[in-house]
Each structure stands twice: as structure tokens, then as C-alpha cells.
């Protein structure tokens, strides 16, 4: 398997704040990774692709100034929740693929970032 | 465009039973699909997927699934439930490469 990692798991701020979540792939590089965003007992919506080294490609319905995506290097990409507002609330998922010697790709998720904006 | 359809909220069953959590799907091409399982407050963890070959994949934890194409449909089964199965289960269909379309998920109840 591989190994994809979220920071914070939780986190509450306050209305009119930023926040910042990080996705890291710990044992393989991933040029591409993606954001998923889930609300309470529902689906995983696709916000957005993160490119390193490149703009990311938001969704349609996606804000992409208030949800700032930066693909700083092969293993790190950062979700930016701007001046967030409580229906930002939500758990957030990133995943990145990884390919087999085969040249097969299976998407490793992170294990969320739960976000509660007062 | 692709999508992936689970008819069904929630599925119970008694430990010991089988189970299966229907999917079916639409997209253009051959599929590549997936099965995904995710507990409270958790990320999602992979279980199997379908890229080509044998229409019964094995996965984790002792699942498995069987695509069936003439059908569009792609079935998680698992000969005995465990208790310790309870979770939500996603099926997700993509491209060969790209991000995943999720449908709406399946929550598997086994009673014990």
C-alpha cells in the first residue's frame, strides 16, 4: 500500500479566519493529488486537482479564491479554507495516486481533516 | 460523463450471513472501478478494484466483487459478515487516470 497524510485532523476557528490543511504522500511522489470534500453522511464531492508546478483545476461550483490549493513540492499539497464562514464546515479528503510497476494507478486517501468554522 | 449509482441507503445483515452492497455505473469506454470503505471520522481505505482480467476481484479483509458488464454493475460481496464489516462503503468509478466519481455510499450494518 502507500501512506498519505492529513494536518490537522480537526480543527475549529473562528467566522472570518484562514485555514490551512495539509495533504503529504509519505512513502511515494505524487505530481497530482485531489480534494474531496464530504458533507455529514453524504458522498465525496471533487473540489479540486492539484498540480505541482502548475495552477490547480477547480470544479465547477468550486471558489478557487476562497479555497487556495498549492502543490508545493511531490509530496505536499495545501488546501486554504479563506475567511472561512460556518457552511465551510465539513470534513475534508485528499488522495493522491500512486502507480504500480504495472503502470496501474490506485488513489491513496489521507484520513480527513475535520473542519468546524464558529 | 461518468457516474456510479448505490441504490441502496443501508444494508443489514446478520454476522455469520453474506453480504452485498449493490453498484452499478455508467461511463464511456471501459470502466476502471473501485470499492472504497471509510469508518467514522476516517479517510477512505481502498478494499479492491477492477482495471481488466477476471470479472471476480478479491480484496481486503476478505471482500470481494464481480463485474459484470453486460449488467454495468459491480457488486461488493463477502461470503461472512463480521461485525467489526459495520462502516460506509463507497464504489467509484474513474478514467484511467484522474480523480474518482464516488456514488452516494452504502452504509453496511451486521448485526451480531
Known amino acids: 500500500g502507500a501512506v498519505v497524510s492529513q494536518h490537522p485532523s480537526r480543527v475549529i476557528c473562528k467566522s472570518g479566519t484562514s485555514v490551512k490543511i495539509e495533504c503529504r504522500s509519505l512513502d511515494f511522489q505524487a505530481t497530482t493529488m485531489f480534494w474531496y470534500r464530504q458533507f455529514p453522511k453524504k458522498s465525496l464531492m471533487l473540489m479540486a486537482t492539484s498540480n505541482e508546478g502548475s495552477k490547480a483545476t477547480y470544479e465547477q461550483g468550486v471558489e478557487k479564491d476562497k479555497f487556495l490549493i498549492n502543490h508545493a513540492s511531490l509530496t505536499l499539497s495545501t488546501l486554504t479554507v479563506t475567511s472561512a464562514h460556518p457552511e465551510d464546515s465539513s470534513f475534508y479528503i485528499c488522495?493522491?495516486?500512486?502507480?504500480?510497476?504495472?503502470?496501474?494507478?490506485?488513489?491513496?486517501f489521507g484520513p480527513g481533516t475535520r473542519l468546524l468554522v464558529l | 460523463a461518468q457516474s456510479v449509482a448505490q441504490p441502496e441507503d443501508q444494508v443489514n445483515v446478520a454476522e455469520g450471513n453474506p453480504l452485498t452492497v449493490k453498484c452499478t455505473y455508467s461511463?464511456?469506454?471501459?470502466?476502471?472501478l473501485f470499492w472504497y470503505v471509510q469508518y467514522p471520522n476516517r479517510g477512505l481505505q481502498f478494499l479492491l478494484k477492477y482495471i481488466t482480467g477476471d470479472n471476480l476481484v478479491k480484496g481486503s479483509y476478505g471482500f470481494e466483487a464481480e463485474f459484470n458488464k453486460s449488467q454495468t454493475s459491480f457488486h461488493l460481496k463477502k461470503p461472512s459478515a463480521l461485525v467489526s464489516d459495520s462502516a460506509l462503503y463507497f464504489c467509484?468509478?474513474?478514467?484511467?487516470?484522474?480523480?474518482?466519481?464516488f456514488g452516494s455510499g452504502t452504509r453496511l450494518q451486521v448485526q451480531p
Open positions: 461511463v464511456s469506454g471501459n470502466p476502471y
Open positions: 467509484a468509478v474513474r478514467a484511467p487516470v484522474g480523480a474518482l466519481t
Open positions: 488522495s493522491a495516486p500512486k502507480w504500480s510497476t504495472k503502470g496501474e494507478e490506485t488513489q491513496y
